[in-house]
């Protein structure tokens, strides 16, 4: 039951900061929010067993890619922050602040992989997957995964249309989700 009682009180977080993005089927914001449901539900599921067994092969995995996650995710947020210039008047109504960018970033991290959040994201639900491997967990691990592929590529055609044929060659020169692999 207290299982029930946290997912439920981490949605209604995650649904009122996903309002904008839900009013809007098929924006990256969109799917980017079923990704975060299915995160939770990790989180909610191995949250007893969290450093039960630090030294395991799979809880050294899973720290080593909770670690990833909070160091793309910042990595990420400052690059977009100090270099995207976001502008408030770029908002299709699905966007937060660090996403109206202006200006196509493509050094730094951007340099390696177009999405490093959402790479983040990947991270930490692989990551909380790790802390007790199961069958269930497998499962929603790769909803989790299945989501964030459907928000970089919704958040890819919404940078082609924005930032035309430069985005187009920023995708020729990059990966998506890991450096030199995919």
Request: charged content about 15%.
């Given at each position: 039951?207290?299982?029930?009682?946290?997912?439920a009180?981490?949605?209604?977080?995650?649904?009122?900061?996903?309002?904008?993005?839900?009013s809007?089927?098929?924006?990256?914001?969109?799917?980017?929010?079923f990704?975060?449901?299915?995160?939770?539900?990790?989180?909610?599921?191995?949250?007893?067993?969290?450093?039960?067994?630090?030294?395991?092969?799979?809880?050294?995995?899973?720290?080593?890619?909770?670690?990833?996650?909070?160091?793309?995710?910042?990595?990420?947020?400052?690059?977009?922050?100090?270099?995207?210039?976001?502008?408030?008047?770029?908002?299709?109504?699905?966007?937060?602040?660090f996403?109206?960018?202006?200006?196509?970033?493509?050094?730094?991290?951007?340099?390696?992989?177009?999405?490093?959040?959402?790479?983040?994201?990947?991270?930490?639900?692989?990551?909380?997957?790790?802390?007790?491997?199961?069958?269930?967990?497998?499962?929603?691990?790769?909803?989790?995964s299945?989501?964030?592929?459907?928000?970089a590529?919704?958040?890819?055609?919404?940078?082609?249309?924005?930032?035309?044929?430069?985005?187009?060659?920023?995708?020729?020169?990059?990966?998506?989700?890991?450096?030199?692999?995919?």
């Amino acid at each position: 039951m207290n299982e029930l009682i946290l997912f439920a009180a981490g949605s209604a977080v995650i649904v009122w900061w996903s309002r904008k993005p839900l009013s809007k089927p098929g924006s990256h914001g969109f799917y980017r929010f079923f990704a975060w449901e299915a995160i939770l539900g990790l989180l909610v599921m191995n949250r007893t067993v969290w450093g039960s067994a630090p030294y395991s092969p799979h809880q050294l995995a899973s720290w080593l890619l909770l670690l990833s996650s909070i160091a793309l995710v910042v990595i990420g947020v400052a690059t977009l922050q100090r270099d995207g210039a976001p502008d408030t008047r770029r908002d299709d109504g699905s966007f937060y602040e660090f996403e109206k960018t202006t200006q196509l970033v493509s050094h730094g991290i951007f340099a390696y992989i177009r999405h490093p959040m959402y790479s983040s994201l990947l991270a930490l639900a692989w990551g909380a997957y790790f802390q007790d491997p199961s069958l269930p967990g497998t499962a929603v691990a790769l909803t989790a995964s299945i989501a964030l592929w459907l928000t970089a590529t919704t958040d890819e055609k919404e940078c082609l249309a924005y930032f035309g044929q430069a985005y187009a060659d920023y995708m020729q020169r990059t990966k998506r989700f890991i450096p030199f692999l995919l």
